[in-house]
């Protein structure tokens, strides 16, 4: 595994970990290590799903966005990070986002998430 592998599976173990702590993932089965959104996260989502209008279709970047989206309404409702932070942090994000260190993991993050909600409905569909 190259160095560049090898910190890139650090740095998703660490954004799993912070969200796992944040309650917005938990793990499914602690043998398996299978993670899966947590029910408050997913109401969030579902709840943004419906606002975006978006379907179980959706494009990668809408369901990015759609992420992204939940995690600033999750943290502000369930964290209680204060609203105007989490604006400010918002709007810094999308303009900045490159030149900050809080955009690279809040896009690892949204990463995470988006792998994990795509997953979970693939399984649903297979069931």
């Not at 398996?32 to 109401?43: C, H, T």
């Not at 709007?91 to 792998?115: C, F, P, Q």
């Amino acid at each position: 595994m190259s160095e560049d592998q090898h910190q890139r599976v650090e740095q998703m173990a660490s954004a799993i970990e912070d969200l796992l702590q944040m309650g917005i993932m938990k793990l499914e089965n602690k043998s398996d290590g299978k993670a899966m959104l947590s029910p408050q996260f997913s109401q969030v989502v579902s709840n943004v799903m419906t606002d975006m209008k978006l379907g179980f279709g959706s494009s990668n970047d809408e369901i990015m966005k759609m992420m992204y989206y939940s995690l600033l309404i999750f943290m502000t409702e369930h964290l209680k990070v204060p609203r105007s932070f989490m604006m400010a942090l918002g709007n810094d994000m999308e303009k900045n986002r490159e030149n900050m260190e809080s955009g690279e993991l809040v896009t690892t993050y949204v990463s995470i998430l988006a792998e994990v909600w795509t997953r979970g409905i693939k399984d649903a569909a297979k069931n």
